[in-house]
C-alpha cells in the first residue's frame, strides 16, 4: 500500500495466490480481496482472512480477475483462466462474470468470457461499464441500482485499434479513461466520443484511479510482464506507479460495507 503523502510502501502478505483485486471497505483496517479460492476480507493487522463468497464453486483452473462494488454494496467479480496470458491458454478456457448480490446471492451475468477487466458505473447508476480485455471491447450493461444489470452485454466500442485495453476508471463528468497495454490512455466523453490519447513512458498500462483532496489526482499502476532484464534497461519505469494531474475531477470508487 502506497501512501503519496509520505512516499512510504507497506507490502502485505494475503497467503491467497494470485490477487486478482484488492477493495477498501467501510473498515479501514480491511480489504475485500479476490484470491484464487474465492473473495475474502482480508485484516490488515492480523492477515486473518475471512470467507466471503467463492462463485466460482471451488473451480481450480480458473482464478478471480479484476473486482468491483457498486453503490449498493453489491459485489461484481469474474474468472479467467489460470493459464490466460501464457503460450499453454486457449480460447476454449473459459470463465465467468458474476453478481454476488448483497444478501450473499450469487448470480451469473455472462457465460463463458475469456477476459473481463475493470468494472465502473456512470453517475446516476444507470450503465455499468466493463472492459472485455479478450476481445479489445467496452461492453455495457442497463442498471437498476435496485436491481443490478437489467439488459444483455452490449458492445459500445471497438479499442483494438488503440491496443489492448484494461482499466477503466470514470470522472464526475462520466468521462472514461482506458488504460491499454500499447503505452496509451484514451479518454472518452460521456457520449463516448474520443477526447483524446495520451500517450505513456511505458507500455504495459494496467489501470488508474482517482485521489487526493479534489480528486484531482490520477494514479496509473503499470505493469512490466514477460521483460528480460535487457528489456528493462529500455523500459525504466515499467512495473511502477505513475501519477498525473487532470482538471475534471474523478470520483471515489464505492467501497464494501461491512456489516
Not at 507497506?10 to 491467497?16: A, S
Not at 461499464?129 to 441500482?145: A, C, E, G, P, R
Not at 463528468?173 to 479518454?187: N, P, Q, R, T
Amino acid at each position: 500500500m502506497f501512501d503519496p503523502d509520505t512516499g512510504s510502501d507497506v507490502l502485505y502478505h494475503t497467503g491467497g495466490g494470485t490477487i486478482g483485486s484488492a477493495i477498501p471497505t467501510s473498515d479501514p483496517e480491511k480489504l475485500l480481496c479476490a484470491l484464487e479460492r474465492g473473495i475474502c476480507l482480508f485484516d490488515m493487522n492480523t492477515g486473518a482472512l475471512t470467507f466471503v463468497s467463492d462463485p466460482n464453486g471451488g473451480n481450480e483452473k480458473n482464478r478471480y480477475n479484476d473486482t468491483r462494488v457498486d453503490a449498493r454494496g453489491r459485489i461484481f467479480t469474474s474468472t479467467v483462466s489460470k493459464l490466460y496470458g501464457t503460450a499453454d491458454y486457449k480460447p476454449d478456457m473459459l470463465g465467468d462474470f458474476y453478481m454476488v448480490d448483497t444478501d450473499g446471492t450469487v448470480k451469473k451475468i455472462v457465460a463463458g468470457i475469456n477476459q473481463y477487466n475493470c468494472i465502473a458505473w456512470n453517475a446516476d447508476n444507470t450503465e455499468m461499464f466493463v472492459i472485455d480485455t479478450f476481445n479489445s471491447k467496452l461492453i455495457s450493461f442497463d442498471y437498476d441500482i435496485e436491481q443490478g444489470p437489467v439488459s444483455e452485454p452490449k458492445q459500445r466500442l471497438d479499442l483494438s485499434v488503440i491496443g489492448m485495453p484494461d482499466g477503466i476508471s470514470i470522472d464526475s463528468e462520466d468521462s472514461l479513461y482506458i488504460c491499454h497495454w500499447a503505452g496509451k490512455i484514451s479518454v472518452w466523453d460521456k457520449t463516448l466520443h474520443m477526447v483524446r490519447v495520451l500517450d505513456f513512458p511505458v507500455d504495459q498500462v494496467c489501470c488508474g484511479g482517482f485521489g487526493g483532496d479534489k480528486l484531482t489526482d490520477f494514479y496509473i499502476a503499470t505493469a512490466r510482464y514477460a521483460y528480460t532484464p535487457e528489456q528493462m534497461a529500455d523500459r525504466r519505469g515499467a512495473g511502477g506507479l505513475f501519477h498525473m494531474n487532470v482538471k475534471t475531477a474523478g470520483t471515489n470508487d464505492h467501497f464494501y460495507p461491512i456489516k
